[in-house]
């Protein structure tokens, strides 16, 4: 079985989907865009204060069903389903509103880490069926608030082009 070839310390790490003998492709690896990372960090940011802001309002504490980021995460993906259909079948806005909007503020909204930490913590304090539960939830919820919003949005806006 060949060895996994593990770069040198001093040699660069590449994406392997990049050939960096086509001049197109290796510009892939530089960042050319810094308006859009610059719209991208002030979004993440105001959707990270947000959520921490929710947190601070509904507490939870080590151990309780985290009622708090399955509402965020809830949430957002509601705010995911009505903006990718609006970004990519309804309006054509400009092109910060994706960045900003679905990857900067719903990015730093929502919050996969803390899920996954939320699920630590009910296992560790001896509450798998809550563990359990949580993760269930979260995909239920989730998943049916996207689909919800997505559904929603779609109908409205048939609606307003019938009217």
């Known amino acids: 079985m060949p060895r996994e070839h593990r770069p040198h310390p001093h040699e660069d790490v590449v994406d392997?989907?990049?050939?960096?003998?086509d001049p197109e492709q290796r510009l892939e690896t530089q960042?050319?865009?810094w308006d859009l990372l610059a719209v991208i960090s002030v979004g993440g940011v105001l959707g990270a204060e947000a959520r921490y802001g929710l947190q601070r309002a509904m507490p939870a504490h080590a151990g309780d069903f985290p009622w708090t980021t399955l509402l965020i995460n809830g949430v957002g993906s509601l705010a995911?389903?009505?903006?990718?259909?609006?970004?990519?079948e309804i309006a054509?806005?400009?092109?910060?509103?994706?960045?900003f909007v679905g990857v900067g503020i719903l990015g730093g909204f929502t919050t996969y880490s803390t899920f996954a930490v939320d699920v630590v913590q009910l296992a560790r304090h001896s509450h798998a069926a809550a563990a359990?539960?949580?993760?269930?939830?979260?995909?239920?919820?989730?998943?049916?608030a996207t689909f919800a919003a997505i559904v929603s949005t779609r109908a409205l806006a048939q609606r307003r082009v019938a009217a």
């Open 92 to 99: 054509q806005p400009h092109r910060y509103v994706r960045p």
């Open 31 to 33: 960042i050319h865009e």
């Open 132 to 144: 359990i539960a949580y993760v269930l939830a979260s995909f239920a919820v989730c998943g049916a």
């Open 16 to 21: 392997p989907d990049v050939d960096l003998h």
């Open 80 to 88: 995911i389903g009505v903006l990718m259909i609006v970004v990519l």
